[in-house]
């Protein structure tokens, strides 16, 4: 599998190749600045509006009648009910972003019929492509990818993401973070797509997270499971795309961190 193989995974990286390019000139722009400077505020804002208009503008020349729905412009009403359609993060781990952390990257994916078919999460500061087709796996830089073997959750190293401060999740995920570090070894870095992305490359044991949107895990779902490995909400089941929780993991992994996670779960 190669992205010029498949013209939808081409146009996927394409876009996302030039929402890089965007997110690449206002991180040099960035380090000129100090953090909180108003002019710095205007430059991330900037460039996360305009990474997406890159990604929209090549999605839609090649595919008119395609939807797209992004984070920063939403869906348009008129194609609501195409049967293809392109979830986008522009920048996924924004904050990071902001503040010169670099661990953040552009998250493209293509449901048809309500199904994940094509995947694309660029790291532009590793130049990592991670890419992937539904039935013909997943790849990193063309090299296939593999979920991890670790079949014990004490062994397992596990990613997440917090909910913010403000988040009316945090006193629900709270508990579970706690329960979790005394089972597993735990790593917050703060970019959904590259953690699910590291779960596919088996960087990563096991993910989870329980405040999500669905152009935060489309990508990534179809990296880890064209890997090999599972994804699913906190009941196991596959309802993640709408339920803002998600559980990502090597299949040796996956049952233990679920279990784990419900017992410590108080809804």
Known sequence: MTATSDPALAVAVRAARRAAAVINDASRDLRRLPTFSKEHGDIVSSADREAEQAIVATIGAAFPDHAVLGEESGEAPAKSNA??????????????????????????????????????????????LFTAIRGKGAQLNGAPLRTSACTRLGESLVGTVLPTRRSPRLPRYLPIFNALASRCTLRRAGACALDMAGVAAGRLDGFFVLSLNAWDVAAGALLVTEAGGRVGDFAGGQDYMRSNEVIAAATGVFGPLRDAIASADVR
């Open 83 to 128: 049967a293809c359609k392109w979830i986008v993060d522009p920048l996924d781990g924004s904050m990071n972003f902001v503040h010169g952390f670099p661990y953040y990257a552009v998250s493209i994916a293509l449901a048809q019929d309500n199904v994940l078919t094509h995947a694309v999460v660029l790291d532009p500061v590793r130049d990592e």
